[in-house]
C-alpha cells in the first residue's frame, strides 16, 4: 500500500513538472508573438534601395536576412505548439511503465516511460519516450542481465523491476510488477475497455512481435500480415511514430505518405499519432494521389468496390491494368519510340496553326539521338521556345498589333496625365505595350509547350494500350474484341477528361518516360495499410516515383475485397533487388476468444491463429421472423447503460440491405442511430447501421450481423462473413431473417449459443 501511495504522488509531482513547462512555454509564446509582429512590421516597412548597384545589394541582403530570421521564428513557434500539445495529452497519463536498473557498479537508476520525454527545471529526466533505445528494455527485456543497444553500441545492464501503470486524469488506477513483456492481466484490462470513433494510441501494450516491426531499422522493404484484431495498423503507426523520432534531425513529417484504404478509415486512425506525441503524416487514399499527379483530369472513382468484395468479381480487363504485366511493357514502348519521338500535335492560337506536328518531329530528330527520350523532349521544349519567341517578332511587325498598341498607349497617357510626355518614353512604352499584347495572344501556347503538350499524351497512350500483343491477351484470358472494346472505352473516357484509377496508373507510368515529370510530394518513407486492395501496379508505380524510400506493406489477406492479384505474389518482381522483411501477426487482440474462435471457421486461407485469454459470452444466432427481428433488435438497444459505453455496429452485407433497415426504423431509433453507406461519412453516433465492405479495418464494442439468410453460401460469403464477425471485441449476435445461411448451418454448435 505505501509502495502505491509513494507512486500516486510521484504521477503528482510529474504532472506538476508538465503544468510548469506547459506554462513557460505559453510565456515564451507571447514573447515570440510580439516579436513576430514587430518583425512583420519592420520588414514590411523594408524598401529595396535602387539609387545604386552597391545600395541594392546592401538592401536586398539586409531583407533576405530578415525573411530568415522570421522563418527561424515561425519554426519555433510551430515547435513550441506541437509540444504543447504533447504536453496536454500526457497532462492527464503522463507516463505508463517502470523501469529499474542497475549498469555495471553504477547505483540503480529509475525510469518512468511516457510518449514523450520529460525533463524538470534541473534538466533531470523525468520521463523518457517510449522510442528511446533504453526504453526497449521495457518492452523485450526481461528480469535479470540484459542489454539495450543504440546505433554505435551495446550496454549490458542487469533489469530489477518493470512496472506497468493504468492512470487516468492523475489518478493511480492500477500497478502491477512484472517478469513478462506484457503483463496478460494488464493487457486483458486495457483490451476490455469500451472501443472508440477514433482508434487508441496503445503504446502501453505493445507486445514483443509489434515491438519488432516497430523498431526494425535495418529493412527497408517490410510486409506485415496479420489476422484481424492482430495489432497490425496500430504496429504500422507506432513504427511511424518510431521512425519519426529516431530520423527527427532529418526527417519532416511531411516526408512519410500513408496510404489508407478510404476516408472513413482515415478518420478513424487520425488521431493515433498525435496521441503519440507527433504530427498526423498526409494519409491519402491511392485515387487522392493519382487525383494530385494528374489535376487536369477526373479520376474515376470505383463503383464495383462492395460487388467485388460481396461476390470476388474478377474484371478481367482491370486486373490485367492493375498487375505488373503492362508495367513491365512500358520501358521496351518507350525504347521502340526513341528513335521516331512520342506523337506530337499541332500549336495553335485561336485555330490558326503556329507550329505544325511534323516541323516539331524534325527539331525532336535533330536533338542527341543518344540521350534518352524524356531528355530529347526536354531539349525539344526549348527548341520550340525559342522558336515561339521568334514567332512573337514577327506577330509584332504586323499592323494589327501596330493599331492596338497605339490604342493602349493613348489610352495610358489619357489616364495619366502626370506621364511625362516626351517621344523617348513614349517610345519606350510603345514598345513595352506592344510585347504585352503579342505575349498574351501567344502565352497558352508558351503555358502548353511549358507543360509538354506538344505532346500527344492521350494518343500516346491508346497506341500503347494497341501495342498490347496477343500472348498477353491471352494470359489474361481476354479476347482481341474485349480489349478493343476497352480502348474504345478508354477513348471516350480521354474525350471527356476522366480516367479510371488503373489507366491513370498506367498513363502516369507512360507520360514519366515522356517528359522529366516533376513530383510536388517527396517521400522518404511510404506506408500502405490494407495492402489486400492494392494492386501490384499501384506499388511500382510508388516504386518508380520514389525509389529510395522505404516502404511498409500492412494488410490482412482473408479481408481482401479486389479481385486483383495480390502484392505477395509479386515481390520478387517489385522488389529484385531487395530483401523483404516479412511478419506475421497471428494472436487477435480485438475479440474474446469465443468470438474469434467462431469466426475462424469462415477463413478462407489456412492461418494458425492465436486468441488473447479474454473471455466473453458465446456469439448468438437468432433465427426470426422480419416483424420479431425489428422487435428483437429495438429491445437489443434499449440498454441505455451499454449503449453509453459501448459502440454497437448493425452490419449488413449490403448497401441497399442498410437503407432498407433504416427506413424500417421507427422515428425514436432513427434519432439513435446513424446510417453509414459512403467512406466520406464519419462515426458520429454510438449505434451506427454500416455495410460489410466498410466496416473492414474497424472496430466495434458490440456487433449485429443482420440478415445472415441463404445469400451466405458462397466461398466469398465465408470472407464476407469472417470480416463481419471480426468486427466485434465483446459481443456478437447474428440475426438470420426466415432462412438461415449453411455457412451458420454447419459451423461448429459448440461455438454459438441459439435462441
Given amino acids: ?24 512555454i505559453k510565456k515564451q509564446q507571447d514573447t515570440l508573438q510580439d516579436t513576430l509582429q514587430s518583425q512583420l512590421k519592420e520588414i514590411s516597412d523594408k524598401r529595396i534601395n535602387t539609387g545604386s548597384e552597391e545600395a ?18 515561425y519554426q519555433t513557434a510551430e515547435s513550441q505548439e506541437k509540444r504543447l500539445k504533447t504536453l496536454t495529452t500526457m497532462s492527464g497519463n503522463p507516463y505508463f511503465a517502470r523501469i529499474d536498473f542497475t549498469e555495471g557498479n553504477e547505483p540503480k537508476e529509475t525510469l518512468y516511460l511516457g510518449i514523450s520525454s520529460l525533463r524538470d527545471s534541473k534538466e533531470e529526466t523525468i520521463v523518457i519516450d517510449w522510442r528511446a533505445p533504453i526504453a526497449n ?55 476490455d475497455e469500451a472501443s472508440s470513433s477514433q482508434m487508441k494510441n496503445i503504446v502501453s501494450t505493445i507486445q514483443k512481435a509489434q515491438n519488432q516491426i516497430i523498431r526494425d531499422t535495418t529493412s527497408k522493404v517490410m510486409l506485415i500480415e496479420g489476422i484481424a484484431g492482430s495489432g497490425k495498423t496500430s504496429a504500422l503507426l507506432q513504427r511511424i511514430a518510431f521512425l519519426l523520432y529516431r530520423n527527427r534531425k532529418w526527417l519532416d513529417d511531411q516526408q512519410v505518405l500513408l496510404f489508407s484504404p478510404n476516408h472513413l478509415f482515415s478518420d478513424y486512425i487520425a488521431m493515433v499519432l498525435p496521441s503519440l506525441g507527433e504530427s498526423e503524416v498526409p494519409t491519402r487514399t491511392f485515387r487522392s494521389f493519382l487525383q494530385n499527379l494528374l489535376p487536369n483530369y477526373e479520376i474515376i472513382k470505383e463503383e464495383q468496390q462492395e460487388e467485388n468484395f460481396l461476390t470476388g468479381a474478377n474484371d478481367r480487363v482491370e486486373k490485367l491494368k492493375n498487375g505488373l504485366a503492362l508495367v513491365q511493357q512500358i520501358p521496351n514502348y518507350l525504347q521502340s519510340i526513341t528513335n521516331f519521338g512520342p506523337l506530337f500535335r499541332d500549336l495553335k492560337v485561336k485555330g490558326d496553326t503556329y507550329i505544325t506536328k511534323q516541323q516539331i518531329r524534325q527539331w525532336y530528330q535533330e536533338t542527341n539521338p543518344q540521350l534518352p527520350l524524356y531528355q530529347r523532349t526536354q531539349l525539344l521544349q526549348t527548341k520550340i521556345l525559342k522558336k515561339i519567341g521568334g514567332l512573337e517578332k514577327e506577330e509584332a511587325k504586323k499592323s494589327w498589333v501596330k493599331e492596338a498598341t497605339r490604342e493602349k498607349v493613348q489610352e495610358i497617357f489619357e489616364n495619366d496625365p502626370n506621364l511625362e510626355d516626351s517621344e523617348e518614353n513614349e517610345r519606350r512604352l510603345f ?50 474484341d474485349e480489349w478493343l472494346q476497352s480502348i474504345q472505352q478508354t477513348r471516350q473516357s480521354l474525350r471527356t477528361r476522366q480516367l479510371s484509377q488503373e489507366d491513370a ?18 517521400a522518404r518513407f511510404i506506408f500502405v495499410d490494407e495492402m489486400q486492395d492494392f494492386p501490384p501496379a499501384q506499388v511500382a508505380l510508388l516504386r518508380e516515383l520514389y525509389p529510395k524510400a522505404g516502404m511498409t506493406l500492412c494488410g490482412d489477406l482473408n479481408q481482401k475485397v479486389f479481385g486483383n492479384e495480390t502484392i505477395v505474389h509479386s515481390l520478387d518482381q517489385l522488389f529484385p533487388t531487395e530483401t523483404v522483411a516479412r511478419y506475421q501477426l497471428t494472436t487477435s487482440y480485438r475479440s474474446t476468444e469465443e468470438i474469434t474462435n467462431f469466426a475462424n471457421q469462415f477463413l478462407s486461407q489456412e492461418d494458425q491463429v492465436k486468441t488473447t485469454a479474454r473471455r466473453g459470452p458465446l456469439p448468438r444466432i437468432i433465427q426470426t421472423q422480419p416483424d420479431k427481428a425489428m422487435q428483437w433488435l429495438a429491445n437489443e438497444l434499449q440498454d441505455e447503460e451499454k449503449n453509453r459505453r459501448w459502440r454497437t455496429a448493425i452490419i449488413c452485407k449490403t448497401t441497399d440491405e442498410c437503407e432498407t433497415l433504416y427506413a424500417s426504423l421507427t422515428n425514436d431509433l432513427k434519432e439513435k442511430i446513424q446510417l453509414i453507406v459512403s467512406e466520406e461519412d464519419f462515426m458520429k453516433r454510438p449505434i451506427m447501421i454500416i455495410p460489410a465492405f466498410l466496416a473492414k479495418g474497424l472496430e466495434f464494442d458490440r456487433v449485429v450481423a443482420w440478415n445472415i439468410n441463404q445469400a451466405f453460401q458462397t466461398e466469398q460469403d465465408k470472407l464476407v462473413l469472417y470480416t463481419i464477425a471480426t468486427r466485434a471485441m465483446h459481443e456478437l449476435s447474428l440475426i438470420a431473417i426466415e432462412t438461415i445461411s449453411p455457412l451458420l448451418a454447419t459451423a461448429d454448435s459448440t461455438t454459438y449459443t441459439t435462441k
Fill in 1 to 24: 500500500m505505501e509502495e502505491r501511495l509513494l507512486e500516486q504522488q510521484h504521477v503528482e509531482s510529474t504532472i506538476q513538472v508538465i503544468q510548469n513547462e506547459q506554462e513557460l
Fill in 56 to 73: 541594392f545589394y546592401e538592401s536586398v541582403l539586409e531583407y533576405q536576412q530578415h525573411e530568415q530570421e522570421l522563418m527561424l521564428r
Fill in 137 to 191: 528494455l521495457y518492452y523485450e527485456g526481461e528480469l535479470g542481465p540484459t542489454f539495450y543497444q543504440t546505433d554505435t553500441d551495446e550496454f549490458e545492464v542487469e533489469l530489477l523491476l518493470k512496472r506497468q501503470f493504468k492512470i487516468s486524469d492523475g489518478q493511480l488506477l492500477s500497478m502491477v510488477d512484472t517478469s513478462e513483456v506484457i503483463n496478460d492481466e494488464f493487457l486483458l484490462e486495457i483490451l
Fill in 431 to 480: 514598345n513595352k505595350v506592344r510585347r504585352q499584347i503579342v505575349r498574351k495572344k501567344f502565352r497558352a501556347m508558351t503555358r502548353g509547350v511549358n507543360q509538354f503538350q506538344f505532346i500527344h499524351f492521350p494518343k500516346q497512350y491508346l497506341h500503347f494500350l494497341k501495342q498490347t500483343t496477343g500472348d498477353l491477351l491471352k494470359a489474361a484470358e481476354i479476347s482481341e
Fill in 505 to 522: 496508373l498506367l498513363y502516369t507510368l507512360l507520360v514519366r518516360g515522356l517528359y522529366p515529370m516533376s513530383i510536388e510530394q517527396k
